[in-house]
């Protein structure tokens, strides 16, 4: 099958979605699919095309970037030459599903809904009425859980032509025990630990977080950079958290696994529906760590189970994120068995395997109607 993803960034481009791209197209590479992803070259007026991994990734350069969202002349050109049997793209990228709704390349589209149009207003009420006709022209809108469907105002009109497909991760990649480096990260930080994983946007809710370690005894590590990092670091200095927080910048991917192992929790504070899913829960779950996340009516609190994998509390509440972390941290067989559950339902619900069986299935079938 001849399978187009349509983005607008890829891998080494850091992010949730990023990484669900790259999995997904590497895995159906693998199963012997001709495999290409259209994305904007973050680089700049370039287009380059190389092979990755057994995947083709054309970047088309990229002449600005607005509100988050890359522009590219190039992009719809290059869209135009490719002769996909199926295109898959990947929600929220204007730029991408505008210019599939008008040249419709392949012979099904497939929309893989990550996330509302949050905090782009002025963007969204110009997109408004071609988002609508590109949602009701794609053959089947893939949604992370069933809470997206039923919370978002986009997808709940059109809930017959949507399917629960979560995301995935390799399991064991973080399950595999790193006993020696483990050990290293616990030494080098005075227990017990808390840990943060993330691009560091204003959704993520860390201030919240930052503001709740007053009443924590605990070592908060936060992993990851982002436009609110120099704000965050500015809030951690005012209030005097320096000695309990600490700012790891960008974990490489080799060296993540151990920071989830050697964490007690793992705590996700998001405070808006832009956190949509959050895979970084499933990495923490594959490595057998208890959570801690917020209910935004997302896929969030759909994926940490409360009082099974974790704990949930509101958004935007300090006291709560405080109460909970502390908690988890009192109870050590509690944290232990929560952390047990969370790596069954990753291996059960949120192998890779499974979400390119999924995907696949879903290909199929829209295939099969044309």
């Not at 190039?74 to 030459?81: C, D, E, G, I, Q």
């Not at 979560?166 to 017990?192: K, W």
Request: overall charge positive; aromatic content about 6%; glycine content about 6%.
């Amino acid at each position: 099958m001849r399978i187009l993803h349509l983005y607008k960034d890829y891998h080494p481009v850091l992010g949730g979605i990023e990484n669900h791209l790259r999995w997904l197209a590497e895995a159906q590479a693998v199963r012997g699919h001709d495999v290409t992803v259209l994305v904007t070259n973050p680089a700049g007026m370039k287009t380059t095309v190389r092979a990755e991994n057994g995947v083709r990734v054309v970047r088309a350069a990229r002449l600005a970037t607005v509100a988050s969202t890359p522009l590219s002349l190039a992009l719809p050109l290059l869209l135009r030459k490719e002769r996909p049997d199926i295109v898959h793209l990947q929600f929220p990228y204007p730029v991408g599903e505008t210019s599939q709704w008008l040249l419709r390349r392949g012979r099904a589209t497939v929309i893989s809904y990550q996330s509302d149009v949050v905090r782009q207003a002025a963007i969204l009420r110009f997109y408004n009425p071609i988002l609508k006709r590109v949602l009701r022209q794609a053959d089947r809108i893939l949604a992370s859980s069933p809470n997206y469907i039923q919370s978002s105002p986009w997808l709940r009109p059109l809930a017959e032509k949507c399917t629960v497909v979560p995301l995935g991760v390799d399991v064991e990649r973080f399950a595999s025990p790193r006993t020696e480096r483990v050990q290293t990260i616990r030494r080098q930080y005075p227990g017990p630990l808390l840990l943060f994983v993330g691009r560091l946007r204003y959704y993520k809710g860390l201030n919240y977080l930052i503001a709740a370690m007053r009443q924590i005894d605990a070592t908060l590590l936060i992993g990851g950079t982002g436009p609110e990092a120099e704000i965050l670091q500015a809030q951690t200095q005012k209030l005097g958290l320096t000695a309990k927080i600490h700012f790891l910048g960008d974990v490489s991917d080799e060296a993540l696994p151990a920071y989830y192992q050697a964490a007690d929790v793992f705590a996700l504070p998001s405070s808006h529906r832009s956190e949509a899913f959050g895979i970084v829960l499933l990495e923490a779950m594959a490595a057998g760590t208890a959570l801690i996340s917020t209910e935004l009516g997302t896929g969030a609190s759909w994926v940490n189970q409360d009082g099974v994998t974790g704990l949930v509390v509101p958004s935007r509440d300090t006291d709560a994120l405080a109460r909970a972390i502390n908690r988890l941290l009192a109870d050590d067989d509690l944290r232990r068995e929560m952390g047990r559950r969370a790596q069954d339902r990753a291996r059960s619900e949120f192998s890779l395997p499974a979400l390119v069986d999924r995907v696949m299935t879903i290909y199929d079938q829209v295939l099969a109607k044309k």
